[in-house]
């Protein structure tokens, strides 16, 4: 107990370095890219929060949790509709499905392509099979 207790915080057993697990060698330069993508994320948020109505953004925040890229290209996608002025109003819960599935879409679906060995024998000409009884 008292090993645990005498032990620093601060101290960094041997073997072991401080090092940023961002692996940016700047300490400063990490904490403006941090702050920058959080300013980035407020941002989008923000849009989002003015263009989605309330059950729209419930609906995205949920499917987010499951598809979240799927759910990171609908929102880029809305958030550039919105900058250029191209949405009408708001997107209600209905026309996000319909973007959902439009996105969903465009994604080929992987199909199996089963293809067997034909074997030829001197009797395939003769597929009548009345013979054998």
């Given at each position: 107990m008292d090993n645990l207790q005498s032990v620093n915080v601060n101290e960094i057993p041997d073997g072991f370095s401080a090092t940023d697990p961002t692996g940016s060698a700047q300490p400063g330069a990490s904490d403006a890219q941090t702050a920058k993508r959080q300013e980035q994320k407020a941002?989008?948020?923000?849009i989002l929060e003015q263009v989605l109505t309330p059950e729209a953004?419930?609906?995205l925040r949920r499917i987010k949790l499951v598809k979240s890229e799927k759910v990171e290209k609908i929102e880029s996608?809305?958030?550039s509709m919105a900058m250029q002025k191209k949405l009408p109003g708001k997107i209600n819960e209905g026309k996000l499905i319909e973007m959902l599935e439009?996105?969903?879409?465009?994604?080929p679906e992987s199909t199996i392509n089963i293809q067997r060995k034909k074997?030829?024998?001197s009797d395939s000409d003769d597929d009548n099979d009345d013979d054998l009884l």
């Open positions: 941002q989008k948020e923000s953004l419930t609906r996608m809305i958030v439009g996105i969903g879409a465009k994604k074997y030829y024998d």
